[in-house]
């Protein structure tokens, strides 16, 4: 299954809603894209909104770390919106729930912003 990524603007802030799965391949290859491409042009304050993840394997989880690092390099930062229960037991036994600010409610996260 494909990852599907739309893209919005949530005033400074872009709101990356993803759709599918992250996994090796395509889909990572994908989500990196997205975020290097904003980053590349200025835009470092990105949520990304997991709602719609189903599954992400061990390349996915890669991908978030270098995301965050990337973000992070270019003075911004990376938010996770809306983990499912898959997700957020992956991060969890990673131990990765603590590095990432995660958030349940989409106006928090944007708040959380400022």
Same mark, same amino acid.
């Given at each position: 299954?494909?990852?599907?990524?739309?893209? &919005?603007? #949530?005033?400074?802030?872009?709101?990356?809603? $993803?759709?599918? =799965? %992250? !996994?090796?391949?395509?889909? #990572?290859? #994908?989500? !990196?894209? #997205?975020? !290097?491409?904003?980053?590349?042009?200025?835009?470092? &304050?990105?949520? $990304?909104?997991?709602?719609? %993840?189903?599954?992400?394997?061990?390349?996915?989880?890669?991908?978030?770390?270098?995301?965050?690092?990337?973000?992070? !390099?270019?003075?911004?930062?990376?938010?996770? /919106?809306? $983990?499912? =229960?898959? %997700?957020?037991?992956?991060?969890?036994?990673?131990?990765? /729930?603590?590095? @990432?600010?995660?958030?349940?409610?989409?106006?928090?996260?944007?708040?959380? @912003?400022?």
């Amino acid at each position: 299954m494909a990852l599907n990524i739309k893209q &919005r603007q #949530a005033g400074d802030v872009v709101v990356l809603d $993803l759709d599918g =799965e %992250v !996994r090796i391949g395509d889909s #990572a290859t #994908a989500l !990196r894209s #997205a975020i !290097r491409d904003l980053v590349a042009g200025g835009s470092n &304050r990105i949520l $990304l909104n997991l709602a719609g %993840v189903k599954y992400i394997d061990s390349s996915g989880i890669g991908e978030l770390i270098a995301n965050y690092t990337t973000v992070g !390099r270019a003075g911004g930062q990376l938010k996770l /919106l809306n $983990l499912t =229960e898959k %997700v957020q037991d992956l991060l969890v036994i990673t131990k990765l /729930l603590t590095v @990432f600010d995660v958030y349940d409610n989409e106006a928090e996260a944007l708040s959380s @912003f400022k």
